[in-house]
């Protein structure tokens, strides 16, 4: 599933291509991925004319803020990405119709929605999968829902501090790799990421969250800061399925320490990377390093 740093970086990538742009048509061959309007025709009525003024992140989630008072919420889950472009209908199939990334990747070409805009860009979306979830609602309706105010704080926000970290984790009973990618204590963070922040941090993803204290809290607080920046600066992870808006691969899954590394050298002890399942998640770890 894309996480914090590569939905942050098609958000910015988008916030650079799409801004005042107005959607002037809209497919899909996949109408449940429409969770809201419950019909695809109200959806596809009601989004036609609707100018994007602004592109933001919460969590794993895409955010347009739209004309009209409208949002738009994309989420694309375990196989989604979005990707920036134009395509040629073929049949019953889309082909890109420019060379590039976005025609050469074979992970690109699981488009199930395009929304046209005004100038002449495509924005789709190639999900696997077909895990996820496209909504456009009320503005104060969504800012005010439950799913988007039960979501916990950012962690890159500058004024997430270490003390609001530690009151955050020491507050759960559970094991610290589950409730690092619990998204109501801390909004964004994946498996990918849980692992490198806890193999940098020296910490089992076994140890119980309320009982890490001191200079340990601090130098998971610390690694999750330092590894999100790094993720977000390499564009991201592609370990399976995630591309960037302009079909390319990120660069992150290059600099991974533990992550789908199992029994490979631990680069710091030279002892052997673990795989073992938490909470029906796997956890990859150095036993040697991580107390």
């Given at each position: ?11 910015k ?7 005042q742009?107005?959607?002037i ?8 991925l ?11 009525k ?9 592109v933001s992140?919460?969590?794993k989630?895409?955010i347009?803020?739209?004309s ?11 196989t ?5 472009g134009?395509w ?8 890109a119709?420019v060379?590039?990334p976005?025609?050469d ?10 929304f ?17 979830k496209?909504?456009?609602r ?6 005010s829902s ?13 004024k ?38 806890l ?13 890490i ?20 600066k ?27 590394r ?9 002892g ?20």
């Amino acid at each position: 599933m894309p996480e914090l740093p590569e939905v942050e970086t098609i958000v910015k990538d988008l916030k650079l291509k799409v801004l005042q742009r107005t959607f002037i048509d809209f497919w899909t061959d996949f109408e449940k991925l429409i969770k809201f309007p419950k019909y695809f025709k109200e959806f596809k009525k009601s989004i036609i004319g609707l100018r994007i003024e602004k592109v933001s992140r919460r969590g794993k989630n895409i955010i347009f803020d739209l004309s009209r008072g409208k949002v738009l919420l994309i989420h694309q889950k375990m196989t989604g990405h979005l990707l920036l472009g134009k395509w040629e209908k073929t049949g019953s199939s889309w082909k890109a119709a420019v060379s590039g990334p976005i025609a050469d990747d074979p992970m690109n070409r699981f488009l199930h929605l395009i929304f046209m805009l005004d100038n002449g860009q495509m924005l789709a979306l190639s999900d696997v999968r077909k895990f996820a979830k496209v909504e456009l609602r009320e503005a104060k309706d969504f800012y005010s829902s439950k799913y988007f105010n039960d979501l916990g704080p950012e962690p890159l926000d500058k004024k997430f501090s270490l003390d609001d970290f530690k009151a955050r984790i020491q507050e759960r009973k559970g094991k610290i790799k589950q409730i690092l990618m619990d998204q109501s204590v801390i909004a964004g963070i994946g498996n990918i990421y849980a692992d490198e922040i806890l193999w940098q941090a020296k910490i089992s993803p076994f140890r119980p969250a309320n009982k890490i204290f001191g200079q340990e809290m601090k130098l998971m607080y610390l690694a999750m800061k330092e590894i999100l920046k790094k993720a977000i600066k390499a564009r991201g992870s592609s370990m399976s399925d995630y591309r960037t808006l302009s079909g390319e691969k990120g660069k992150f899954q290059l600099m991974r320490k533990v992550y789908r590394r199992t029994g490979e050298k631990c680069p710091v002890c030279g002892g052997k990377i673990k795989r073992e399942v938490i909470g029906g998640r796997s956890a990859h770890f150095c036993p040697a390093c991580q107390r």
